[in-house]
């Protein structure tokens, strides 16, 4: 459904984050729920101002969290319009060639 504007694994990291983190809600507890809450994350969240980051193993530490936050912000600043607006960093970059990880 998506295929021509999201990369199967953007879409997947974003699923990925409904069960993870899925304040303010409980997790899916069925497929529509999760296909709802899926499309409300899409709408809602603020993917210009804000990265969405998913921790699938519980292992980011707070500073990992603030060095992503600070990395964004300061690729966002200086790349605004060239920077996409959904970019994928996987853990294992290191926060490093993050213009290569999209």
């Known amino acids: 459904m998506f295929s021509g504007h999201l990369r199967d694994e953007a879409v997947e990291l974003m ?3 409904l069960y993870t983190d899925p304040s303010p809600f409980l997790p ?3 497929h529509l729920v ?3 809450r899926f499309l ?3 709408s809602t969240f603020k993917w210009q101002d804000q990265p969405l980051i998913v921790d699938i193993d519980n292992e980011l530490s707070s500073n990992d969290r603030e060095s992503i936050l600070k990395t964004f912000e300061r690729l966002r600043a ?3 319009v060239a920077y996409p607006p959904l970019p994928l ?3 294992t970059s290191q926060h490093h060639n993050i213009s ?3």
Do not use: D, M, T
């Open 15 to 17: 699923v990925a984050h």
């Open 28 to 30: 899916p507890n069925s």
């Open 34 to 36: 999760g296909f709802l």
């Open 40 to 42: 409300h994350l899409l």
């Open 78 to 80: 200086r790349e605004k």
């Open 89 to 91: 960093i996987p853990r």
């Open 100 to 102: 290569e990880s999209f």
